[in-house]
Nanobody, 124 residues
Framework: QVHLVESGGGLVQAGGSLRLSCAAS????????MGWFRQAPGKEREFVAA????????YYADSVKGRFTISKDNAKNTVYLQMNSLKPEDTAVYYC?????????????????WGQGTQVTVSS
């Protein structure tokens, strides 16, 4: 079992930055692909970013490409999402997820473990 806990969410003005963290316990993340997803009120959960087990491959949704960066520190068993140039449409609950695979996983159904989420609100 992998237990994931997100942190770092909050209220920020448009154009600002936040860094989300996802700390894992129970297993080492060195063998896990990780992803970030988000869900806004009344909308489906959507893919944001993903990284493979080694941190060498990443993938982003078009809506965040060039603004968000996913990274993985296997020594700290933590995954990060650096979010820059935030927009009001980035407002959502952000979830991290883990899957025991060496691939990059970009669909929610491909993940076995999920955190509880952290709220990000971007004001205009």
């Amino acid at each position: 079992q992998v237990h994931l806990v997100e942190s770092g969410g909050g209220l920020v003005q448009a154009g600002g930055s936040l860094r989300l963290s996802c700390a894992a316990s129970g297993r080492t993340l060195s063998n896990y692909a990780m992803g970030w997803f988000r869900q806004a009120p009344g909308k489906e959960r959507e893919f944001v970013a993903a990284i493979n087990w080694s941190g060498g491959n990443t993938y982003y949704a078009d809506s965040v490409k060039g603004r968000f960066t996913i990274s993985k520190d296997n020594a700290k068993n933590t995954v990060y999402l650096q979010m820059n140039s935030l927009k009001p449409e980035d407002t959502a609950v952000y979830y991290c997820a883990a899957d025991y695979t060496r691939l990059v996983v970009v669909v929610a159904s491909g993940y076995d473990y999920w955190g509880q989420g952290t709220q990000v609100t971007v004001s205009s």
